[in-house]
């Protein structure tokens, strides 16, 4: 079985504590379903963008929108590398539409989970595509300013057994309860290192650690994005995956300790975390102060039924009459009179058995 050689320095551990804490923070956040759901967009659209920018795709952000959500950035005459870079951005958003049902925890993952997740990111966006073989040659990292090898993989004969053993260790450990940072720090770091494929592994292994992080609970309601920390400095990034005294896989990288890279991920994690609760914070205290505007445009009596409209969606007369404590009459009154400004509408028109709702803009301002 793959042992990766690591040690829990003390500021690792801060991290996994500092972790803990902000993930509970952000799942107690009081977000609601809208605020959530723009907060989520945002995180996938820097996600594909970040990830695909990593490995040289030119697309903005503001393109990558425009192609998921239209099916195209350029013009249909656009040159080659345009078309090359909405590929892999179709590739990569489809990839990332696996992450929920790979992270079912009651399976364990495979091989060909793996190799179905670079099939998605090296597809263009299709779908009914089949898990992608290893590379069968010898391949290479080179700089791209001096053209000198900067990494030499594992020979192809040798990966299949390196990727059987990499998914052993992730299960093993996922049962094992090491903690799920650090197991897809790891799977990251060591899909990177053996080099499945001539092209598509950097994204690939991304996914994978963001499928781990999912699988132990770090999900954080998909509204982190680990690839702006690692595109931010791109550099600092390659620093921290290449470990060991030689380019080449055989001369020491195998037995490498990896805990600086460890280290660097897990405070990529940190930093993606707040940012999440920085956000969450400002968009749910905008929410509140377009609440408290709404709330003083309403007049006393409607400010205090509002909390019938906390239980209950639809009310009658009946409720008003009996919170209130007033006669039908006035209840009916004050129906018209809320119906006249806009404060309830009519759901249901039936004479005996008329029925209100909250205005549906109020409702989404104040609930």
């Not at 690792?12 to 907060?39: F, M, T």
């Not at 592994?201 to 509204?223: E, M, V």
């Not at 595109?231 to 805990?259: C, F, Q, W």
Request: hydrophobic share 35%; glycine share 4%; aromatic share 10%.
């Amino acid at each position: 079985m793959f042992k990766p050689i690591f040690s829990i320095t003390p500021q690792i551990a801060n991290c996994l504590i500092n972790l803990e804490k902000l993930k509970l923070e952000i799942q107690n956040l009081p977000i609601n379903p809208i605020i959530l759901k723009s907060l989520r967009e945002t995180a996938r659209l820097q996600t594909i963008h970040y990830s695909t920018y990593i490995e040289g795709n030119r697309l903005t952000i503001e393109q990558v929108e425009e192609l998921i959500k239209m099916g195209s950035a350029f013009p249909k005459d656009s040159n080659s590398e345009q078309k090359r870079d909405e590929k892999e951005i179709l590739g990569y958003y489809a990839a990332l539409e696996q992450v929920k049902t790979l992270s079912n925890i009651n399976k364990p993952l495979t091989t060909q989970n793996l190799q179905f997740i670079h099939a998605l990111v090296m597809g263009a966006g299709k779908t009914n595509i089949k898990p992608t073989s290893y590379r069968d040659t010898q391949n290479a990292i080179y700089d791209g300013a001096t053209k000198k090898i900067v990494y030499l993989p594992p020979e192809a004969k040798d990966v299949p057994l390196l990727i059987s053993n990499l998914i052993d260790w992730i299960n093993f450990a996922e049962k094992e309860n090491l903690p799920c940072p650090l197991r897809a720090a790891i799977s990251h770091y060591q899909f990177t290192t053996i080099h499945p494929y001539f092209d598509g592994n950097g994204r690939t292994a991304r996914i994978i650690a963001t499928i781990i992080l999912h699988r132990g609970g770090y999900d954080l309601k998909g509204l982190y994005s680990l690839e702006e920390y690692y595109a931010k400095n791109l550099n600092t990034y390659y620093e921290a995956l290449s470990v060991g005294p030689s380019h080449n896989y055989y001369m020491g990288r195998e037995e490498s300790d990896i805990t600086a890279w460890i280290s660097y991920f897990c405070q990529g994690m940190i930093e993606s975390f707040e940012k999440v609760k920085t956000y969450a914070l400002i968009e749910y205290n905008k929410g509140h102060e377009d609440k408290s505007k709404t709330l003083r445009e309403l007049d006393a009596q409607q400010q205090a039924f509002l909390s019938v409209f906390q239980k209950r969606k639809v009310i009658t007369t009946k409720d008003i009459e009996s919170f209130f404590g007033i006669s039908t009459r006035s209840a009916r009154n004050l129906c018209n009179k809320w119906s006249k400004t806009n404060f309830i509408v009519i759901k249901s028109t039936a004479k005996k058995s008329r029925t209100y709702e909250l205005n549906p803009e109020l409702d989404k301002k104040l609930f």
